[in-house]
């Protein structure tokens, strides 16, 4: 699972103030891994270092062998959650590869509002919202070509692993930062200024549904999407476990509904074809 495990698992992995051995970062890795199904490399030490290092000193523990020892446990649900949140990557921003969102509302949004508009359900998902700027950016999308959405069977799921960032994204509320992407338009529209921050409006809020979904486990969900968003996640899989998750994503999809992935990304699954800049759209199925 560690690519290129070179060193001995006794040596010293990062000098410093917490002793930190190669096998405490493989226990690290394969104890993420089994949690995540993300894969860390060796190039990753630091990282694990630096961001596991805070957990230590919250927590008073002298050495990482202690802290992974305490991880392991499934009792300790509130740590477990800690060392996800700290080793899970949540780099986003609103409209982040504007491409898709274009095509989305050009080229997907027609159709849907035309079922919508016949009393149709319609979902799209989120999957691995990270603090929610996705999906609500799908949410705005949504709104300019159907702006009563909120009244109709029209709803998106935002779904992460991380149970802290999921919280998070539930307020709706970001920083002047956070909203900058966001065009001026669409802004003075759905956004309203809460102190020093902004709140993303009812009509925006209302249509998104948060949930901690971890994406290797069971899908509690029954029914199928019309869309579908995973961009930038299945990077931090291996090669087996990107297939297997594109392939659910193919099942998971209605007859013509589309999944967006990031840009470094592909998804050579049987069912789906490449129909724009990583957009792929499901075939039908026959019968």
């Known amino acids: 699972m560690i690519a290129g495990a070179r060193n001995h698992k006794d040596d ?52 990482f062998s202690t802290y992974i020892d305490g991880v392991k446990d499934p009792r300790e649900k509130e740590e477990r959650s800690a060392f996800l949140s700290s080793l899970t990557t949540n780099l986003t921003r609103f409209f982040r590869e504007p491409h898709h969102f274009t095509h989305l509302g050009d080229a997907k949004m027609p159709g849907l509002v035309r079922r919508a508009r016949a009393g149709d359900r319609v979902r799209l998902w989120s999957a691995g919202c990270s ?8 949410a705005m999308t949504v709104l300019e070509a159907l702006p009563d959405a909120g009244r109709l069977d029209v709803r998106i ?64 969900m029954k029914n199928r999407f019309d869309i579908i968003f995973c961009r930038n996640v299945a990077i931090y899989f291996d090669g087996p476990t990107q297939d297997r ?43």
């Open 245 to 287: 998750l594109f392939r659910r994503f193919s099942d998971t999809l209605e007859d013509d509904g589309h999944l967006y992935i990031g840009h470094s990304e592909r998804a050579q699954t049987e069912g789906l074809v490449a129909d724009a800049l990583t957009a792929y759209r499901r075939e039908a199925r026959n019968g």
């Open 157 to 220: 799921l935002g779904s992460d692993i991380d149970p802290l960032i999921v919280q998070r994204a539930a307020t709706g509320v970001y920083s002047t930062e956070d909203v900058e992407p966001i065009p001026d338009t669409l802004r003075r529209k759905y956004l309203h200024r809460q102190g020093d921050d902004y709140s993303l409006s009812e009509d925006v809020r209302s249509l998104v549904s948060f949930r901690c979904l971890n994406l290797l486990g069971d899908w509690p």
């Open 12 to 63: 010293v992995a990062v000098p410093g103030e917490f002793f930190f051995t190669w096998g405490d970062f493989a226990d690290v890795a394969a104890l993420l891994y089994q949690m995540s199904g993300i894969h860390l490399t060796e190039t990753k030490a630091n990282l694990v270092y630096s961001r596991l290092a805070k957990r230590l000193r919250a927590l008073g523990l002298k050495d």
């Open 131 to 138: 603090a929610g700027h996705e999906p609500y950016s799908m």
